[in-house]
């Protein structure tokens, strides 16, 4: 039976703002890099929110054309 206190996942990573570790992060922004690794910068829920940030999933859509 599961136990329905059981929290859901959540990711940890590295805050690209306020430099520390924390719990919660999403993607803002990525970077491309033709023939090298990319590259992300994630914020914190607390610095999305001082700064106005826009999470990366959250972003409208813009076609290529």
Same mark, same amino acid.
């Given at each position: 039976?599961? !136990?329905? +206190?059981?929290? @859901?996942?959540?990711?940890?990573? =590295?805050?690209? =703002?306020?430099q520390a570790? @924390?719990?919660?992060?999403?993607? &803002?922004?990525?970077? /491309?890099?033709?023939?090298?690794?990319?590259?992300?910068?994630?914020a914190?829920g607390t610095? &999305? /929110? +001082?700064?106005?940030? &826009?999470?990366?999933? !959250?972003?409208?859509?813009?076609?290529?054309?």
């Amino acid at each position: 039976m599961k !136990d329905s +206190t059981q929290a @859901a996942p959540m990711s940890y990573g =590295w805050c690209s =703002w306020h430099q520390a570790a @924390a719990a919660g992060v999403r993607l &803002i922004n990525f970077q /491309e890099q033709g023939s090298g690794p990319g590259g992300g910068t994630f914020a914190c829920g607390t610095c &999305i /929110e +001082t700064h106005g940030l &826009i999470p990366f999933e !959250d972003q409208p859509c813009t076609p290529v054309l």
